[in-house]
C-alpha cells in the first residue's frame, strides 16, 4: 500500500500485519445505527403490509405500537444517511477529486 492510497482521515497501526483504519468510530455506529433501523423498518413494514404477517407486530408490542414505532425508525434512518452523506462530502476526498 503507497502513501497515496492512504486518505487524510485513516490513521495507520505499524505492525505485522499493518492496519489501516479506514472508518472513524462514529462512522461505524452511524452504520450500525443505519443497518438495525433498516431491519426493523423491513419488519414493521412487512407486519404492517398484509395481514397473513401481522404476526411480526409482536416483536414491537402490538400493532399499535407497530405503527407508532414505523414513522419513528424511518426518520431515525434518513437522519442516519445524511450523517453518513455529510461525513463523505466533508472528507478530502472531494477535494482530490475522488469522490463525484
Known sequence: MSADEIGPSESVHRGDPVIVDRYTPSARINHWITATCLVLLALSGLAL???????????FGGGQATRAIHPEKSQELV???????????????????RVV
Do not use: C, M, N, Y
Open 79 to 97: 437522519e442516519g444517511w445524511k450523517r453518513q452523506d455529510v461525513r463523505v462530502v466533508s472528507t478530502e476526498d472531494v477535494i482530490r477529486g
Open 49 to 59: 403490509f398484509h395481514p397473513s404477517l401481522f404476526f411480526l407486530t409482536a416483536l
